[in-house]
């Protein structure tokens, strides 16, 4: 993407551009959005702030097949800064013990992972949404989070080993026979 330093008046045809570019793309940008804070409410929140400096820039905005891989730079960046900037005054008290997830059923492995992921610190988070769910080579989410190809790989290494540690070793192994169980059904 390219972003010059001055800005330009928008115009109704880059209004419709831009409407276009939101309609296609805020599924997507709000899933990823959904993955990085854990809850639909505040990935609400990320992907309109994420929008709205998109739209900002929309006139320096290179509008190319470049586009998505822009817009989720915008969102992994919008969420980091905002973790960084609201990390000293969010405070998350409760005097309620958290629920344990049933394993009996299908489907709560889903949630059982993303529980997990939400618990990783942001940066982590960013880098195995990026690597393992968009993914993205070392080299391209490197270049998204701004940051060096060593930096990813040690919040990989450092993510994954988080989630094995917060979801116990039988985890991988329930999942694996239980979606076995599920192909073997389904033929």
Not at 74 to 103: G, I, K, M, N, Q
Not at 144 to 154: D, E, I
Request: proline share 3%.
């Amino acid at each position: 993407m390219r972003a010059s330093d001055t800005p330009m008046p928008t115009t109704e045809h880059d209004d419709e551009a831009f409407r276009r570019c939101f309609a296609e793309h805020v599924e997507s940008v709000r899933f990823t959005a959904r993955l990085l804070c854990g809850d639909w409410h505040r990935a609400e929140d990320l992907t309109q702030a994420a929008f709205l400096k998109v739209y900002l820039a929309w006139s320096r905005v290179d509008q190319t097949d470049q586009l998505s891989r822009y817009l989720r730079q915008v969102v992994v960046r919008t969420f980091l800064s905002e973790r960084r900037r609201l990390w000293r005054r969010r405070e998350w008290l409760t005097d309620a013990v958290p629920e344990r997830a049933d394993h009996g059923r299908p489907g709560t492995d889903r949630l059982v992972l993303l529980a997990a992921l939400a618990k990783l610190p942001a940066r982590q988070r960013a880098v195995l949404v990026l690597r393992y769910w968009h993914d993205l080579g070392v080299k391209e989410t490197a270049t998204v989070l701004g940051c060096s190809p060593g930096t990813v790989k040690s919040q990989s290494s450092k993510g994954l080993a988080s989630l094995r540690s917060r979801l116990g070793g039988s985890f991988a192994e329930r999942v694996v026979s239980t979606s076995r169980r599920t192909v073997t059904d389904d033929a």
